[in-house]
């Protein structure tokens, strides 16, 4: 077993954390929230104040925290980074959303402090981190690849590598390019069907059985009541916060403007979640979006 030093224990790193502890690895843990790491503790994670701290005795680092400038200033500190501080024979895996420039930068950082270092987005929301089912889309050398598929087992439903440095990055955005087109038309269909009268129970069982079906309308549905364990019947408590999905837009269309490609849905979906963002929608789910179109 690992003693694993992890950054990052909120929405998405708490539930992570406990599947490495119930594993039997031993997890040290890194939060600059007292609130998260209060939680933590309380579930029986060793919580420490500093990320030197938490790497001295590492096998392994993993983070998930929220953007690139977060990553970059927790791996490439000046002494007081992870890259600075990792014990040699280590390896570090961060598990964030950070973009594909983001992650180049990175690589070269650990390649130059001598640090094995693989990007790891996931996929699969809150409900996969708690349930160990998530997918991960390695970005690496191949030779750190298996030691780091072996490190998240109790996490994983399926990990993929993608490829080498960005190549992980690179399919998250893809990916999140796709969820979050979905996760705004099914808020725009769900508005309509309201004001169209449509009982939103029956039109959810039409949807899931017909050509309109897919993950997020029926894990995270919009309209409060159809799915008891959505955060739409949760009070739209996230979940996935909407200023999270605006930004892993804004990577998309990033990424799309870097290669000429046109993905004119990914710009409108982008533009409708920003104003809900700034309509007081961002630290809520994603999914309260219907909240902003009902009012339009």
Request: proline content about 4%; glycine content about 12%; overall charge negative.
């Amino acid at each position: 077993m690992a003693t694993i030093a992890w950054i990052g224990l909120g929405l998405m790193g708490y539930p992570m954390t406990n599947l490495m502890k119930e594993a039997g690895h031993t997890v040290i843990g890194v939060d600059i929230d007292p609130a998260a790491q209060k939680r933590a503790r309380e579930n029986g994670i060793i919580v420490v104040d500093t990320i030197a701290e938490a790497c001295s005795n590492a096998d392994a680092v993993l983070s998930m925290l929220p953007t690139g400038k977060e990553v970059r200033e927790v791996m490439a500190g000046h002494n007081s980074g992870v890259f600075a501080n990792l014990k040699a024979g280590g390896v570090v895996v961060d598990c964030s959303t950070i973009g594909i420039d983001n992650a180049h930068e990175l690589h070269a950082a650990a390649e130059k402090a001598g640090v094995a270092f693989v990007e790891a987005p996931v996929s699969g929301g809150t409900e996969g981190a708690a349930a160990g089912t998530l997918t991960f889309m390695l970005g690496g050398a191949d030779e750190h690849i298996e030691r780091v598929r072996e490190l998240l087992k109790p996490l994983a439903g399926y990990v993929a590598h993608v490829g080498g440095p960005g190549a992980g990055q690179s399919a998250k955005v893809v990916n999140n390019l796709i969820m979050g087109v979905c996760v705004a038309v099914n808020c725009e269909a769900t508005d309509l069907a309201t004001r169209l009268n449509l009982d939103l129970k029956a039109l959810f069982e039409i949807v899931i059985r017909s050509s309109g079906d897919n993950w997020a309308f029926r894990l995270w549905n919009p309209a409060p009541g159809i799915v008891p364990d959505s955060p739409a019947s949760k009070e739209y408590k996230p979940g996935f916060k909407s200023w999270l999905l605006a930004k892993d837009l804004s990577l998309a269309l990033e990424a799309g403007r870097s290669v000429g490609a046109n993905i004119a849905t990914a710009g409108a979906a982008h533009a409708i979640l920003e104003r809900h963002v700034k309509d007081g929608g961002a630290d809520m789910d994603v999914t309260s979006l219907l909240l902003s179109l009902a009012k339009q």
